[in-house]
């Protein structure tokens, strides 16, 4: 038996002003969005802005249905989206923001677990890391440099 330690690393900023000013305009975007959340169920919005290399912005919020699971987070709104305008387009950063209308939501909210698999399968495609920054809707804000540092072992076509 052997035992396999899988580091990760996290760069934390203290807030949105800390961030470069590329990332902070990317992130006014996110907040902007996350007013489209459509979250009448949950009452947490989400939004997500993405950097292409081709320098569009695209944006998504959290979609939610009265049958729950057919509604779908705001990372996934705008990756799909992208993909499906921008095919051919890399995606350079991620930068998500949630909320919620009933609590105060100061810490970082990360992707969730089905989110960190799209966002992992487009980074295998295009061969590229893609930047995720995350936060609440104010405080410290966290950077991953690729999505490995938060899916690590993750499932990809290479298992295929
Ligand atoms: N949500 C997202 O948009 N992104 C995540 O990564 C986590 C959760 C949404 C889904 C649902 O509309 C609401 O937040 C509560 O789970």
Redesign the pocket.
Known sequence: MKEITINTTISVFNGISDLPLEIQSLMNHAIETRKN???P??R???G?AILLDNGKIVL?????NAAYPS???????AIFQAGAIYPNAKIVKLV?T?ASDTNPTLSP????G???QSIAEYEFKQEIPIEIYFMGESGEVYKSNSINNLLPLSFDKTSL
């Open positions: 959340a459509y979250a169920y949950s947490f919005r989400v997500a998504g919020s959290n979609q939610e509604g779908l987070c705001a990372e996934r709104v998500i949630a909210i990360p992707p969730c089905a989110c960190r």
